[in-house]
């Protein structure tokens, strides 16, 4: 999944997924602030990928509704997109943490 442009969102989903395998695909959107199709986009890309599988089920008002689990190479999938999302951020929080130091610097009349 390396290059891919919806790596955030990857994590997020398989996150709520694992979490609540029962969310809707509208329960989802709200949670993760998308659109219904972007979510309906992400989890057929998941599919194709063999990171999410879906069964139907009959829920608790008589509908039939899907409920999303992570395969085992989901899983493992998870793992390391977890990993990289943490270092990304481990990352921004660094140029961050410097930023607000010059900035500091530059309020209090240092040179920088």
């Known amino acids: 999944m390396n290059g891919d442009n919806n790596i955030d969102d990857y994590f997020s989903i398989l996150n709520l997924i694992e979490n609540n395998p029962e ?18 986009f992400l989890l057929k890309e998941l599919t194709q990928k063999e990171l999410i599988k879906f069964d139907r089920f009959l829920n608790s008002n ?10 085992p190479h989901g ?13 990304r951020k ?10 607000i130091e010059m900035l500091k610097r530059i309020v209090d009349g240092d040179k920088y």
């Open 62 to 71: 008589n509908k039939w509704a899907y409920r999303y689990l992570l395969t």
């Open 23 to 40: 969310k809707s695909q509208r329960e989802i959107a709200i949670d993760m602030s998308l659109s219904v199709g972007k979510v309906n």
């Open 90 to 99: 481990e990352l921004e929080y660094e140029a961050l943490r410097k930023d």
């Open 75 to 87: 899983f493992k999938e998870k793992i390391t997109i977890t990993r990289d999302f943490l270092n």
